[in-house]
Every structure is written in C-alpha cells, then in structure tokens.
C-alpha cells in the first residue's frame, strides 16, 4: 500500500476534511485501480486520512511552528483537555495577538468547523487566513473594539489572550471581552510568567486580580451551608504560564 500522507505536503492536505474524506469515498465506489486522483484507492488509505486529520493538538501545532507547541512553550497539550470534547463543532475562536499567524492556522487545522479571528494592533498581522480565518487590526485594551465586535454580533467560545503581557493589559482584555464569550466557553491568558520581567513593581497585579476572582468562587462559604453566589465564572484553572476560566 502506498503512503498517502508521506507523498503530499501538509498544504495540499488541507482541503476541508469532511469534504475530501466524501469525495475519497466516491472515488472508492467509483474508481478502478490507479483512477483516483487523489491516490487513495482502498479503505485502509482512506483510513490513514481520517488518521492523519485527527492528530493531537501538539502535532497540529508543530506542523504549523507556533511557539504554542512542546517545540517551545508547551501549551497544547494542556490545551488538549479542553478542545477535544470541542474539535468538531461549529465554535468561534479568537486569539488576541497573531504575530506571523502560525497559531491562527494551527486553530483552523485542529478545529475543521470553526471560525477563527485573530486581533492584532499591529498592521502588518492584517490578512485572510482562509474562508473561515481572519484578522482584524485593532487593541484589545481599547474599548471601542469590543463595542465593534458585538456589533458584528461576534459570540466567542475560546479566547485566547497571547497579546500584550502587562497586567494591566490582560485584566483590562479580559473585563472588556468576558460579556463577549459564550456560556461555557474558555477564556486562556497565555504567558503569564512575563508579568514578572515586563512589570518591576507592579508584578503582584495579576495575582492579586486573580486572587479575587478566586475568592468571589468561594467566599459564599463563610456562611453555615452559603449557597454559590450567582457569578458567571466557573472554575479557574493554574498551570505553569497559563490561566484557563470556564464560563458558566
């Protein structure tokens, strides 16, 4: 049996995958020997495909070279928790900061139903990544942006904050956008580790913003059998560099 996924680059793989996985099937039906365009003419090549279009969130990643992946930073296989129950549903996901864009198409390969919005203050990240990426030029501390996204009726479900790394930036984002994302979704705050070198003196912000929410969590346990106050902030989960809050 020839090695489909060895003979094609990952660019000419990346055609929608329940659009070719149909049309592999046809030309199984359809095809004799050596017919097929495609090169796939048993079951178990067709196989090797679905295999291929289902590869864990860190190889997408160092197929695309995003710092996200265990090459660097090593965020998803942490991620990979969260997105898998959602890979195949139709979901919004927006990154704030894009850089060369590696994340943004990482997005579009692991989730093949997703939209996917980058923002980025700087010019340079503007462009359509495909019919279902784009990025929009615009800063995340701004308030006049999210007015702009909500006009545009944008409902997130995973927010990614890989943009500016002072804590000023990530809680003003974060208190802006949360109406923003959807009820269960994930708002991630990547490098958080960078607050320590880009704030002398102020490195304790982030922290003490968190241990707030934390407590608004919790402190209905002051009282004898408190019930949970009616906050939208589900959990808040830590991992080293990384803050993830679910939604209620």
């Not at 979704?185 to 003490?208: P, S, V």
């Amino acid at each position: 049996m020839k090695d489909y996924i060895a003979g094609k680059t990952h660019e000419q793989l990346l055609i929608r995958q329940k659009e070719l996985e149909a049309y592999c099937a046809d030309q199984l039906l359809h095809t004799g020997p050596g017919e097929s365009p495609w090169g796939i003419e048993t079951q178990a090549e067709l196989d090797q495909l679905r295999a291929y279009f289902r590869q864990p969130l860190d190889a997408v990643g160092l197929l695309h070279g995003t710092d996200k992946a265990s090459s660097f930073h090593g965020y998803l296989e942490t991620y990979e928790q969260y997105f898998s129950p959602l890979r195949d549903r139709r979901l919004t996901l927006l990154e704030i900061g894009v850089a060369g864009g590696n994340s943004l198409r990482a997005w579009l390969d692991y989730f093949p139903q997703a939209e996917v919005l980058g923002l980025d203050h700087n010019p340079a990240c503007n462009g359509d990544f495909s019919e279902r990426g784009s990025v929009r030029i615009a800063d995340a501390t701004d308030p006049s942006t999210w007015v702009h996204l909500r006009g545009c009726a944008y409902q997130f479900d995973i927010v990614i904050d890989d943009g500016g790394h002072f804590s000023s930036q990530i809680i003003t984002a974060f208190v802006l956008g949360w109406p923003l994302l959807k009820s269960g979704g994930l708002w991630i705050i990547e490098d958080t580790h960078a607050t320590y070198a880009n704030e002398e003196g102020q490195k304790a912000r982030l922290w003490t913003w968190l241990t707030n929410q934390i407590h608004a969590l919790n402190e209905y346990g002051q009282g004898q059998c408190g019930r949970p106050t009616e906050g939208d902030v589900a959990f808040i989960h830590l991992y080293k560099s990384l803050i993830v809050i679910g939604k209620r």
